[in-house]
């Protein structure tokens, strides 16, 4: 994964943003849009539910 990310930062530099995501795409294909919403589900859980979730019962005990 860290070699994509390093990738995809050299043709952003090379091409800009909007190209170098299509080159991802073209490389990885549904891969990486499997990856990008993991991360994302994963990030808003933790931010939304859980840490409010940990918060709550802390307050309350």
């Known amino acids: 994964m860290f070699k ?11 091409s ?3 190209e170098a995501i299509k080159i991802m ?3 990885y294909g549904w891969k990486l ?3 990008i919403f993991m ?7 933790t931010l939304y539910i859980i840490i ?6 802390n307050l309350m005990s």
């Open 4 to 14: 994509a990310l390093n990738e995809l930062r050299n043709n952003a530099r090379e």
């Open 33 to 35: 849009g499997v990856a």
């Open 39 to 45: 991360y994302y589900l994963i990030r808003d859980v």
């Open 16 to 18: 800009g943003i909007r």
């Open 25 to 27: 795409f073209k490389k």
């Open 52 to 57: 409010p979730y940990l918060v709550y019962k």
